[in-house]
Structures are given as C-alpha cells and as structure tokens.
C-alpha cells in the first residue's frame, strides 16, 4: 500500500538533551525530552503518547470500516488510549494499552457491536503491531 515515513533527532545527553520528530506529510511534528518522558512536564509530548494517538485513531478508522461494512454505518467514533508506561528489570517499557471507545451507531444491537469492536481491536493495524502488549477495551454505545 504505501511506507510512510517519520524521523526524529536526540541532541544531547539524556537527561539534559532534547530531541524532535516529524512526520513525513509534515502535519505532525514536535518536541520531546527526559522530563516529558519520564516527570511530569506536559510542556511537550513523549513517544508513548505518540503510540496512544497514532492507536487510538487507528482503532476509531478500523471500526468505522467495520460497523460500516456490516451495513451499520456510524455516525461517530471515539477512541481514547491511556496507555501504561513503566519499568521493568529490563528498564522503560509499555506494560499495556486501554482503549476507551464510545461509538453512536443507529439500529445496532449491542451484541453486534461488541462482536465488531472486538473484530477492530484484534484486526486495527497498530493493534497488530503492537501484539506483545496487553491491550484492554471497553466499547460502548452512546445516543
């Protein structure tokens, strides 16, 4: 289909350093640092937040696709991803992904939606990408 590109660069030491990133379109871009990533400085962004948008719109796109080709069309999804960044005796990492998903959908059953946002959460390309994290969801319909 198509290689999409993004790039960053560290200058500096880690926990004095700073880097950026960029997206290959040039519509995402930013900065990032030790204290973003590890403290409590939301100046910034980190990778992990990065990972929870890019998952998050993945998500809400794939169940849109799927509820739509079930002949369900929606008329909203959104997807939240809180995603769970800690350590381990191996150092940082990610111990799991919730995806938060409200969906307003017209003359669907619950059973059906919850078929078809499993069938999302499983099949979403950074799901899969991301298939050695434990990744929680909870779907619901809204009016």
Same mark, same amino acid.
């Given at each position: 289909?198509?290689? +999409?590109?993004?790039?960053?660069?560290?200058?500096?030491?880690?926990?004095?350093?700073?880097?950026?990133?960029?997206?290959?379109?040039?519509?995402?871009?930013?900065?990032?640092?030790?204290?973003? +990533? *590890?403290?409590?400085?939301?100046?910034?962004?980190?990778?992990?937040?990065?990972?929870?948008?890019?998952?998050?719109?993945?998500?809400?796109?794939?169940?849109?696709?799927?509820?739509?080709?079930?002949? *369900?069309?929606?008329? +909203?999804?959104?997807?939240?991803?809180? #995603?769970? *960044?800690?350590?381990?005796?191996?150092?940082?990492?990610?111990?799991?992904?919730?995806?938060? #998903?409200?969906?307003? #959908?017209?003359?669907?059953?619950?059973?059906? *939606?919850?078929?078809?946002?499993? =069938?999302? =959460?499983?099949?979403?390309?950074?799901? +899969?990408?991301?298939?050695?994290?434990?990744?929680?969801?909870?779907? =619901?319909? #809204?009016?």
């Amino acid at each position: 289909m198509a290689i +999409r590109k993004a790039e960053a660069v560290w200058n500096g030491t880690l926990k004095e350093g700073s880097g950026t990133f960029k997206g290959g379109s040039g519509a995402l871009s930013g900065g990032y640092t030790y204290k973003t +990533r *590890f403290e409590e400085d939301n100046s910034q962004t980190n990778p992990e937040e990065l990972i929870g948008s890019a998952h998050a719109a993945c998500y809400a796109m794939f169940l849109a696709a799927q509820l739509t080709g079930a002949e *369900f069309p929606p008329e +909203r999804v959104t997807a939240t991803a809180l #995603v769970d *960044f800690g350590r381990d005796d191996k150092g940082p990492l990610i111990n799991g992904i919730t995806l938060n #998903v409200e969906a307003k #959908v017209a003359n669907i059953t619950q059973e059906k *939606f919850d078929e078809l946002a499993q =069938k999302s =959460k499983e099949g979403c390309p950074i799901s +899969r990408a991301l298939a050695s994290v434990p990744i929680t969801l909870n779907a =619901k319909l #809204v009016s």
